[in-house]
């Protein structure tokens, strides 16, 4: 009898803890201007040009703003003559802030 006590108690010792999955890592979701109000195009009128490198991602990253409205703000900003393109690329497209060209 205590024989088949011993063993009940140590089946139900491994099947009695079972395995806690963990609920994984949950990613913020972003909070990213959809419309371009007049304080973000003048920051982004004033700032982006500064920058050394300009891509979609580096707007989406620093001004807080989406996809589709960073693309737009590159390429108003390419025809105003702020910053010239660096590499054209399929997925992405990188530019550069334009400097002044010293002429000898």
């Not at 009128?45 to 620093?62: C, G, H, Y």
Request: with cysteine; hydrophobic share 35%.
């Amino acid at each position: 009898m205590a024989k088949k006590s011993e063993a009940a108690t140590s089946t139900q010792g491994k099947a009695g803890k079972k395995k806690k999955w963990s609920k994984g890592k949950v990613k913020d979701k972003a909070n990213n201007a959809v419309i371009c109000d007049k304080p973000t195009f003048d920051r982004i009128m004033k700032e982006v040009p500064t920058f050394k490198m300009i891509s979609q991602s580096v707007l989406i990253d620093r001004m807080k703003i989406n996809g589709s409205l960073a693309r737009v703000a590159i390429s108003h900003l390419t025809k105003e003559g702020l910053i010239k393109p660096l590499i054209h690329h399929n997925g992405q497209l990188v530019y550069t802030r334009t400097t002044a060209e010293v002429e000898v």
